[in-house]
């Protein structure tokens, strides 16, 4: 577990950016900022949903973000998509955030624990593939030797 990347945000704190996102939301529309400090802690929640939440409001947020802000809300973007454990997409994010800022440490160490977590999620699903076919054959290789006898 990696504090930079694994903690996450207080009930407390949660529940303030929810009640100031409401009140916004009943003036009319949430400011920018707004919604990207509840998509921040939504992200950072303990529980995927909110988490979910927090990536769709993020992904809502970004086109109408001047380029030269967009740092965070992509950085965050792909903070929530690797806890959902979409890595293919959190890569994407990281990627656009890298064109900009090659040497970011940040990014660079979220890029390199996606990829880890990519590379040995491949290798238990196709250790999953694999057991699966060895059971089949199995099965199938017991259905043959019964019908000969």
Known sequence: MDPEFDDVVAVEDLMALERRYAAELQQGAPSRQCRF????????????????RGVALLSELLPETPAEEQRDVLFYL????????EYERALEHLERLLVAEPQNAQVLRLRSRV????RRDGLVGAAIVGGVVMGVAGLVGVAIARARH
């Open 37 to 52: 400090e509840y998509g921040w802690g939504l992200v950072r929640s303990r529980y995927r949903e909110d988490t979910a």
């Open 78 to 85: 792909a903070l929530g998509c690797y806890r959902l454990k």
């Open 115 to 118: 990829r880890s977590r990519l």
